[in-house]
Each structure stands twice: as structure tokens, then as C-alpha cells.
């Protein structure tokens, strides 16, 4: 299983870098994770768009969406689309609206995801906790069925105990760590005290920070990260074309 950034700012893009993207391969299957701004120019450098198998959204939030209606009309216009090939894209449907809009017809599909229920997707099993955010998130956990490895995505959320267990053993924690140590608590992201705690807690293996803060010194993020984590487990910072083998 291989995780490659695309996009890792919060909020909005910053001196040429995007917000939240990623791609999660396992074989020859790739799944495009959130769909940030700039996420479809980074993923072209990287993958066509075209050799997508599916697009997973936590949230619709638009610095997680924003690269989404252009990657629908990458699939409706391109000239090498495989004709009557479409799209999947998972998203919940506790916002209508959004979710009705991950459907183009004939080109992308809208398909549901339920915290209740455990999601077979191509190579993995995800299964799904709501976050604590001013709109409904789900934090993700993906287990590779071939592997048994587990890499846990937290989308954006306020400090939720119950990471403890969700992040359970996981071989990386890609972590919403929008804040500096001193606001904790915050409605609706981590601080880097957290995400090194619940990383403690979780026994987690890898600690990846990311949905980054365009301002401050993100080596100190990282620092405060790494003294609540301990030293044990290894911290990055998440950025663009990164690349981590889970």
C-alpha cells in the first residue's frame, strides 16, 4: 500500500501548494482520498486521471472538494476516456446536496458510504467514524485485505477521545494537525499535542501531519507532535509528492 500527497494545507492553497488530496494505491488499484485545490495538476504529474478505479470524499468542505467538478469534466471531455467507463465516488449522505452532486451522468457515480457499515473497496476494507467538525466528516480506516496493513486518515476534527481506539495499531496516521500546541480542544481540528497523544495512545507505528497551517514554523509542529508522541514513533510533516510505503 502506497500513499502519495498531493495537496496539504488547510483551508486554502499557499505559494503554489494545494489543499487536501491524496492517492492511496494497493496494486494496480488507485483511489483518489479528498479532492483539494490543485489536486487534479498534482495527481496528473504523478498518475492520468483517467486510471483512476475510484475517488473517496470525507467531507464537503470545499478545501476538500474544490478539484472535484474539474475532475468530472477531465472524465466527460478527454478523448482518451474509456467510452461508457464510469467514476465511483464515495461519499456520505447526510448532505444531500453534495452527494447528489458526485453523480455526472454517464461519467462519475455517487455511491454511499454508512458509519454502520463496513465498505468493501476494491483491496481494502474501510470502515468509518464521525468526526468532530462544524459539517459531518468521517475519519477513515483502511485495512489492505492482501497485507492486513492499516492506514487511518482522521479528515478534519476537533479532539474526539474515541481516536484512541479508532487508530488502533495503525501502521500510519495521516493526522489533521491544523493547530499549534495551546489550543486544545478546538471545534473542529487537532493541535500537534494531539495528534502526538492519540498517536501515543493508538500505538500507531507512523504519525504523518497534515491539512498543514500556511503560517508559523512547521518544524515546531512536528517538535510538539514528536514530545507527545515520544520518541519512538517516527513524525512527518505530510508534503506535496511525498510519498509513504504503509
Known amino acids: 500500500m502506497k500513499l502519495t500527497v498531493l495537496g496539504c494545507l488547510g483551508a486554502y492553497p499557499y505559494k503554489g501548494q494545494g489543499t487536501t488530496g491524496y492517492l492511496l494505491q494497493s496494486g494496480d488499484f488507485n483511489l483518489l482520498l479528498d479532492c483539494g485545490s490543485t489536486t487534479l495538476v498534482r495527481l496528473e504529474e504523478i498518475l492520468d486521471p483517467l486510471a483512476l478505479d475510484a475517488a473517496i470524499i470525507s467531507h464537503y468542505h470545499h478545501d476538500h472538494i474544490a478539484d472535484l467538478g474539474v475532475l468530472q469534466y477531465y472524465w466527460q471531455l478527454h478523448p482518451n476516456r474509456e467510452p461508457k467507463k ?4 464515495y461519499g456520505h449522505t447526510l448532505d444531500t446536496v453534495h452527494f447528489e452532486e458526485l453523480t455526472l451522468p454517464n461519467v462519475t457515480e455517487g455511491r ?3 458509519e454502520t457499515e ?3 473497496l476494491g483491496p481494502f476494507s474501510v470502515t468509518f467514524m464521525k468526526t468532530i467538525h462544524p ?3 468521517y475519519a477513515m480506516r483502511f485495512v489492505e485485505n492482501s497485507t492486513g496493513k492499516i492506514f487511518v486518515f482522521t479528515g478534519d476534527s476537533g479532539y474526539l477521545a474515541e481516536f484512541s481506539e479508532f487508530a488502533a495499531e495503525a501502521d500510519l496516521f495521516l493526522a489533521d494537525t491544523y493547530l499549534f500546541a495551546g489550543n486544545e480542544h478546538h471545534k473542529a481540528h487537532f493541535t500537534s499535542k494531539e495528534a502526538g497523544e492519540f498517536a501515543k495512545k493508538a500505538q500507531v507505528k507512523r504519525l504523518v501531519l497534515t491539512h498543514l497551517p500556511q503560517f508559523g514554523d512547521l518544524n ?3 517538535n510538539e507532535a514528536i514530545q507527545a508522541a515520544g520518541e519512538e514513533i ?3 510533516l505530510a508534503e506535496v509528492k511525498g510519498v509513504f510505503e504503509i
Not at 464510469?86 to 465516488?89: A, D, E, F, G, N
Open 234 to 236: 517516527p513524525v512527518d
Open 118 to 120: 463496513q465498505l468493501e
Open 86 to 89: 464510469v467514476l465511483p465516488i
Open 135 to 137: 459539517v459531518v466528516c
Open 220 to 222: 515546531q509542529l512536528r
Open 112 to 114: 454511499p458510504y454508512f
